[in-house]
């Protein structure tokens, strides 16, 4: 699974399309609910190639709402930032003008936001709701290894505070023939709740967490969630999701068509993807822009059930790694660091899941471009070849697509001075071991390969500090030469 953060927007059209359209998980009978209009979702993006302007103008074309008489707007970036109302970063209650002012004054502009810098590229325009404080709340279902837990709380907003302490919660087992009752979720989450918003509630989070299962999410949050005491309709304000993007074959045409033209109620738009619809963005956290590298390594890991991750931390850094695991790779960053040179790393990242040997080839032939790219450091590079000893993906498998990297990039790896430490476990390591310190021999990298008799407490040291542990031999050599 590869849970990734998707845009308030696009989350907000999923569950408007599929809420009267996914099937209620109540135990009871529940009548038919009438289909939802189009929401109301204007998204404007500033990437540079039109002026602030011209997109303005460009919204008031697509979104014709924007100009009804009287109407009054929210405004807020819409780039994974939590908690935008205490950064100065919502325009609540605006008319369009004011809110094509704030926008201007925000857009393509470089901004702090909790310590973290980046440029503000995309937001979100929707209705303003009035409603009163105390029909705010709050609603998050999560997934875990026991099941899914739904928490709610009777309070919402920007105070809510520490939910995780003060909201009920209910746990949902993967066994969906184990769904809870209706009464059980009024008992369990709406203590503090009126009667008179039971009905109401307890049938949308049926039908939301139906669409929870449905579409594949991992994390669906809402807050404030409003339900207007004067009709019982409820609206989701603010809404941050994830889902698995390895479950876009599955679900990707029902992601397409939830933010499509005629979903959204844009008329005369031309089609922008296939099932009537474009494909989800996975947008990068606020404050960093992947690079082509890191977004084709992403591209990889979503067209596959394993799970392969890469960050550049520092593209002229001295020390480089390719480790299977996302505890191991977490391990050898504190090592790197521990060791007093963090300022050297250059990337973190992880295959895993046992990926084929084609992918774990691009994966490595990926950042072995990326170590070997510019001009040579005077000093050499290291590269660290790791793992967890207690590892689930083949390493005898994965390690031939390593080796037919490293034989692409032989010609480089010698001129960078690149210098190798491999330390493994896992299933068929000693043959994985073999074969790589048999590649490295043959092709002449300067190359130390360990099994699982090596920590990684004494490998990092031993390559950045040259402390040799004491009683650790290295993996056995083999005399004879492997396919290359």
Same mark, same amino acid.
């Given at each position: 699974m590869s849970s990734k953060s998707i845009r308030e927007a696009d989350g907000k059209a999923l569950i408007s399309y599929f809420l009267s359209r996914s099937p209620s998980l109540s135990k009871k009978p529940v009548p038919a609910l009438s289909h939802r209009p189009p929401p109301k979702l204007a998204q404007l993006e500033f990437l540079g190639r039109e002026s602030i302007e011209s997109v303005l103008a460009a919204a008031e074309m697509k979104y014709p709402w924007l100009l009804a008489n009287g109407a009054r707007f929210v405004a807020k970036p819409d780039q994974l930032i939590k908690r935008r109302g205490k950064s100065g970063l919502l325009a609540l209650n605006k008319s369009w003008e004011e809110c094509k002012a704030w926008i201007q004054s925000r857009a393509a502009s470089n901004v702090n936001v909790e310590g973290i810098d980046g440029i503000l590229t995309n937001f979100l325009v929707e209705p303003f709701v009035p409603h009163e404080a105390n029909e705010e709340y709050y609603i998050n279902i999560n997934s875990a290894r026991e099941g899914d837990w739904i928490l709610y709380y009777h309070e919402g907003g920007v105070d809510v505070g520490d939910v995780d302490a003060k909201a009920a919660k209910l746990l949902v087992p993967v066994d969906l023939r184990q769904y809870p009752s209706d009464e059980t979720i009024i008992k369990t989450l709406f203590k503090e709740v009126p009667a008179d918003q039971h009905k109401s509630l307890v049938d949308f989070i049926n039908r939301l967490y139906a669409i929870y299962v449905d579409l594949q999410f991992t994390y669906l949050e809402i807050n404030p969630l409003v339900v207007l005491r004067a009709d019982a309709q409820v609206h989701f304000l603010d809404l941050a999701a994830k889902i698995d993007q390895t479950a876009e074959f599955e679900s990707g045409s029902q992601w397409a068509?939830?933010?499509?033209?005629?979903?959204?109620?844009?008329?005369?738009?031309?089609?922008?993807?296939?099932?009537?619809?474009?494909?989800?963005?996975?947008?990068?956290?606020?404050?960093?822009?992947?690079?082509?590298?890191?977004?084709?390594?992403?591209?990889?890991?979503?067209?596959?059930?394993?799970?392969?991750?890469?960050?550049?931390?520092?593209?002229?850094?001295?020390?480089?790694?390719?480790?299977?695991?996302?505890?191991?790779?977490?391990?050898?960053?504190?090592?790197?660091?521990?060791?007093?040179?963090?300022?050297?790393?250059?990337?973190?990242?992880?295959?895993?899941?046992?990926?084929?040997?084609?992918?774990?080839?691009?994966?490595?032939?990926?950042?072995?471009?990326?170590?070997?790219?510019?001009?040579?450091?005077?000093?050499?590079?290291?590269?660290?070849?790791?793992?967890?000893?207690?590892?689930?993906?083949?390493? =005898?498998?994965?390690?031939?697509?390593?080796?037919?990297?490293?034989?692409?990039?032989?010609?480089?790896?010698?001129?960078?001075?690149?210098?190798?430490?491999?330390?493994? =476990?896992?299933?068929?390591?000693?043959?994985?071991?073999?074969?790589?310190?048999?590649?490295?021999?043959?092709?002449?990298?300067?190359?130390?390969?360990?099994?699982?008799?090596?920590?990684?407490?004494?490998?990092?040291?031993?390559?950045?500090?040259?402390?040799?542990?004491?009683?650790?031999?290295?993996?056995?050599?083999?005399?004879?030469?492997?396919?290359?």
């Open positions: 068509i939830a933010r499509s033209n005629d979903a959204l109620g844009i008329a005369g738009a031309e089609v922008t993807g296939a099932d009537d619809g474009p494909p989800m963005v996975f947008p990068a956290p606020f404050g960093r822009t992947m690079s082509p590298e890191e977004s084709y390594i992403a591209d990889l890991d979503a067209k596959t059930g394993a799970s392969l991750k890469l960050t550049i931390l520092n593209a002229s850094g001295r020390i480089w790694t390719l480790v299977a695991g996302g505890g191991a790779s977490v391990v050898y960053a504190d090592a790197i660091a521990s060791c007093g040179f963090a300022s050297e790393l250059a990337n973190y990242g992880e295959y895993s899941g046992a990926p084929s040997e084609t992918q774990t080839y691009e994966y490595a032939k990926t950042v072995f471009e990326l170590m070997t790219r510019g001009a040579p450091h005077p000093d050499g590079k290291i590269l660290f070849i790791g793992g967890g000893i207690a590892n689930f993906t083949n390493v =005898a498998s994965t390690f031939k697509g390593i080796i037919r990297a490293l034989v692409t990039f032989q010609s480089s790896f010698h001129n960078h001075k690149v210098k190798v430490y491999v330390r493994r =476990a896992g299933p068929n390591w000693q043959e994985g071991l073999r074969a790589i310190k048999a590649c490295g021999e043959e092709i002449q990298i300067p190359m130390q390969v360990y099994g699982p008799e090596m920590h990684v407490s004494g490998i990092v040291p031993l390559a950045l500090l040259n402390k040799t542990p004491k009683v650790i031999g290295e993996a056995p050599v083999v005399s004879s030469q492997v396919s290359l």
